[in-house]
């Protein structure tokens, strides 16, 4: 597997053991042929000189990925991504319905994405081993774009539903995800991080049957409604969540 972050037994892990695959790929992109010209060129040998400059890549890239303060970096921000959505249930301008006297969100993974990727990017540029990064912002760029796909991928393959929630914290829980839901389109080469959870409040009353049918409907009812709105009601909501966040 590819997978840079995992998620097991309700917890994401980096390790910063990372596979070769996702940077094989992105050196074929603008970005990553202007990093892989830029180790080219300082290659002595002229025989293989790519090749031999994709290798020097590969290995000060993934020293860098494996770096201690790398490692406890990514994963401090790993273990806040959870907490991240519970946070954003509280910004006032989400959708949301009442289900049995607990709240029900809708909270699109672009916000609590958006918030991770800012983190972990502003705490690297911060760290002394960013020097392992050639200086190469695109490179590090790519790094951290890379971490929040495999985190976001991570917790949405572990299909959090009313019977098997996703808990976030002690008052809230992912009910539900939507991955396919359009909220923006995104700019130049940024990612989409369409879709969106279904974080349910947790109360003093515990989670039945009755409840998780109850919730089931509500998400249906939520779904059709959400297709209705526009996109200048789109972009608001999430323009006004983040301000109110």
């Known amino acids: 597997m590819d997978a840079w972050v995992r ?51 590969w290995r000060r890239f993934a020293a860098a990925a494996a770096d201690r303060e790398v490692v406890a970096i990514v994963q401090s921000e790993v273990d806040a991504y959870l907490t991240r959505l519970e946070e954003f249930a ?3 301008a989400l959708p949301r319905l009442g289900v049995n006297l607990h709240r029900l969100v809708v909270v699109p993974r672009l916000l609590v994405n958006g ?16 020097a392992s990064f050639e200086g190469d912002e695109a490179l590090r760029t790519f790094f951290v774009d890379t971490v929040v796909h495999h985190l976001d991928v991570a917790v949405a393959d572990a299909k959090p539903s009313p019977k098997r929630p996703i808990a ?27 879709g969106h959870h279904y974080i349910l409040e947790l109360t003093r009353d515990p989670v039945t049957r009755v409840l998780r049918k109850a919730v089931a409907e509500a998400v249906d009812r939520s779904e059709a409604s959400l297709a209705a709105l526009s996109r200048s009601e789109r972009h608001d909501i999430l323009r006004s969540a983040l301000r109110t966040a």
């Not at 829980?173 to 940024?190: C, K």
Request: no cysteine; aromatic share 8%; glycine share 6%.
């Open 90 to 92: 509280y910004a006032e």
């Open 7 to 57: 998620y097991r037994r309700g917890r994401a892990e980096y390790t910063g053991r990372i596979t070769r695959g996702p940077l094989v790929e992105w050196l074929t992109t603008t970005a990553g042929r202007a990093t892989l010209d830029a180790a080219q060129s300082q290659v002595r040998v002229p025989v293989l000189a790519r090749t031999r400059a994709a290798r020097r890549v």
């Open 168 to 194: 976030l914290g002690k008052d809230w829980i992912s009910i539900g995800l939507n991955d396919a839901f359009v909220w923006r389109i995104p700019v130049m080469n940024e990612p989409p991080w369409n």
């Open 115 to 130: 918030a991770t990727h800012a983190a972990i990017a502003r705490r690297l540029r911060a760290a002394t081993v960013t």
